[in-house]
């Protein structure tokens, strides 16, 4: 290997923390990342990692040589993503990850025309809801709700995420509609629950919005969590209880799922913001750029969810 190769075997190591895990994403060897570190270590003449049983340590030289290995590395991914733009049409691996209700309904579809549209493209696509580590495990695009809290990421904006509060008519039929918010909270409430995100509250301005601004957080009476957005949507259809519900997880008009909005007449907090391509560098290439497009023309414009509620454009402003 060469020392670059060496260099990027390095930089993997110190931001997984073990040799075994960067050896299953090089498809090596344990034994020769170890060997191609310690070559390192002699072609440099000195020490990077303290090793033990338990855990490996950068030296101080170490720490330096790293920052000197990012450089490196960035100006390499930067040369390759300059070749690249020469190309006349996207080609190439891209990864992408995403949150499992909207790559089913929205990537999928995006990723089938893509492909065949550029016949050279081959995607990886991982979809979990938990959020992944975009550097770390090396994808090139990531579809978030809500922009990135890591200052080192871009994000592009390509839809509002807007929000609801939807129940079934055999909900209405046993609780009866609610016309206040204290009304809403009494009763039993479908929650999104994935152990890292807990969305048992609803924030809520205190009275209709024609006459009160003030928004407050309420806290909701859970009687179903469910950690995917089918089983969410399943439960509240069955009159189990109403949520709170993105736009972005509707499938087709609320009509044909049974479902009604509720207290359309508040302002509803939308703290998500959007719907977000996160990538790690400013300068994408043609493959990532055009994935985007196709993504945005699935989407359409304005998105195709906001089209699922009749006369959503008035509700909760």
């Not at 390192?40 to 950068?58: M, P």
């Not at 200052?151 to 016309?179: C, E, R, T």
């Not at 909005?261 to 043609?286: C, E, F, M, W």
Request: proline share 4%.
């Amino acid at each position: 290997m060469d020392m670059a190769t060496r260099l990027e075997l390095f930089i993997d190591i110190v931001q997984h923390g073990t040799f075994a895990k960067v050896a299953d994403i090089h498809n090596l060897d344990r034994s020769v990342v170890s060997k191609q570190i310690k070559a390192l270590e002699t072609q440099l003449g000195i020490r990077l990692l303290n090793r033990s049983t338990r855990a490996l340590a950068l030296t101080d030289a170490g720490a330096e040589v790293l920052k000197q290995a990012e450089i490196v590395r960035n100006a390499l991914v930067d040369t390759e993503k300059l070749a690249q733009s020469f190309h006349c049409e996207p080609k190439g691996l891209l990864r992408i990850t995403s949150n499992v209700s909207f790559g089913h309904l929205y990537l999928r579809p995006a990723i089938n025309r893509f492909m065949a549209k550029y016949p050279d493209t081959y995607i990886d696509l991982m979809l979990d809801d938990k959020r992944t580590d975009i550097i770390g495990d090396k994808f090139d695009i990531a579809f978030r709700i809500g922009p990135p809290k890591d200052s080192n990421l871009i994000a592009k904006k390509l839809a509002s995420n807007k929000l609801a509060i939807l129940a079934s008519h055999s909900f209405i039929q046993q609780y009866g509609k609610p016309a206040m918010i204290e009304a809403l909270i009494a009763l039993p409430a479908v929650i999104y629950f994935n152990g890292e995100f807990h969305l048992n509250k609803i924030e809520i301005s205190e009275s209709p919005s024609a006459t009160s601004s003030r928004m407050v957080k309420y806290n909701q009476n859970g009687r179903f969590r469910a950690n995917d957005v089918g089983s969410l949507l399943s439960a509240v259809e069955a009159g189990l209880g109403y949520s709170v519900i993105s736009l972005t997880t509707l499938e087709q008009s609320i009509e044909k799922n049974g479902l009604v909005p509720l207290l359309t007449d508040y302002k509803l907090a939308n703290n998500s913001g959007g719907i977000y391509a996160v990538y790690p560098h400013r300068n994408q290439t043609p493959l990532v750029n055009k994935f985007i497009e196709m993504v945005i023309d699935v989407i359409g414009t304005p998105p195709i969810w906001e089209g699922y509620i009749n006369d959503y454009e008035s509700f909760y402003q």
